[in-house]
């Protein structure tokens, strides 16, 4: 469509409106001069494998947040090993998906508000209290008209959805760009660095999905888990962000700065 808005920029458009009506101010003054980064590894609780990998990107790397799978075959294991944390953010992963087969119409907004509803409910009832944040597999928040659902549970919870706050999302973290095509250099320790040093000023969110190698045969993401984790806990990425004065937060202290 040329000189028309596409799809892709009317969604962001529209979205970003939202996102700037709902977004609570990060604290004034040295804060906004100051670099800030939550590390956040997706899928906890998808296997006892994924979430190794996670918790040792935590323990020896960069990682500082996580969000959970509440339906996920170790979550709750994967909870009693997040106690174990204190530093350790804690949010939500909504998912609407198990392995890629979808569970539900994602277009039965009756049937999508129902699940963000139960899932909700299932992390306050398994960790004892509500996500620091909210966000979904495969971004599926980000679609018209599902995203306003997230929006309406974010101002309920009182937490940031991921992309409609200001945190700036940045999701090019990645080793697979194509879905199914692998480029390890998406996720090597240059890309890394490469995106820390391109940090802006304020609150920034890096989603990363480490893990150690999973056994079963239908795991799409898995070399690329193990990859993620070397480059999380890397001492030059570490060193990088020494250098850089670049501070290592969660959604938990991105509450503290915004009070």
Known sequence: MTGAMTRRSLLGSSLGAAAAILAVPVAAGAVLRERFVIVNADDLGLSAEVDRGIFEAHDGGIVTSASLLVDGPDAEAAIEQARKRPKLGLGVHVAFDSRGKWLIDVQDLDMVQRQIDRQLDAFARLTGGPPDHIDS????????????????????????????????????????????????????????????RSLRPGVSEVSCHPGRLETRPDAIYNREREAELSTLTDERVKT????????????????????
């Open 137 to 196: 597999h495969h971004h599926v928040h980000r679609r018209f008209n599902v995203a306003r659902l997230f929006l309406d549970a974010g101002r309920r919870y009182r937490v940031p959805v991921r992309g409609f706050s200001d945190v700036v999302f940045l999701g090019r973290f990645w080793g697979q760009p194509e879905f199914g095509k692998t480029d390890m250099s998406k996720i090597s320790v240059e890309a890394l660095l490469g995106l820390l």
């Open 240 to 259: 990088a962000i020494a250098d850089e004065g670049v501070r290592l937060i969660s959604y938990r202290d991105y509450a503290r700065l915004r009070s």
